[in-house]
């Protein structure tokens, strides 16, 4: 009977624990996805769009919501189901954290934040007031990682599509209503951009974030 030597068997053994230990590692790394914001009310959708990460309401609690507390008068009719909550948060040098700005709805503010993935299900958010008065919360993924498209890792005039789906033909224009989620059928998402079934009142999906018009201005 045929031994394979200790030393290949080991050397099997221990390849196969480091790419799990990697795919681990990169997963835990990776921000993107739905969450549910500590208190339960909306999930956040946060993708990458130019490089950057980006964030929008992707679910309410109580449907048709609106940014009534934002000092903007001319803003304060939008929408939150598909405002802009992370806002353009670049990645931090050496960790595995971006910082930007996080706008808080119930005060109609921004903050200097970070966030930071823990394990592969809790996202940190760390917010302060110029640089002090410091709080944060945790969030639970409740939606896998979105993987790069043309629309979000692509710089201006590159095709646009649904997150991890192929470059498809010119779609008729989202309206320029700022903030506010195209009502109308939306071609079908990949899977890692849907929204969980069983949610009332609520569209199954926004689609790729990257094309909402509040985003697409900065990040384009």
Known sequence: M???PRTIA?????????LATGLNAALAADPTGDWKVADGVANIRVAQCSGNMWGVVAWEKTPGGKDNNNPDVAKQSR???GMPI???MKKKPGVDAWEGQVYNAKDGQ???STIKPVGTDQLEI???VLGFLCGGETWTRVGPPIPSSPANSMAKGAPK???GAPPKTAAPAAPKTTGAVNPAPAPKAAPAQKQAAGQPGQPADIGDICLLPDIARFAH
């Open 126 to 128: 760390q917010g302060c």
């Open 110 to 112: 921004l903050y200097s």
């Open 161 to 163: 599509g649904p997150a």
């Open 86 to 88: 992370l806002i353009d």
């Open 10 to 18: 080991l050397t099997i053994v221990c390849s196969g624990v480091f």
């Open 2 to 4: 045929l031994h394979c």
């Open 79 to 81: 929408p939150t189901l």
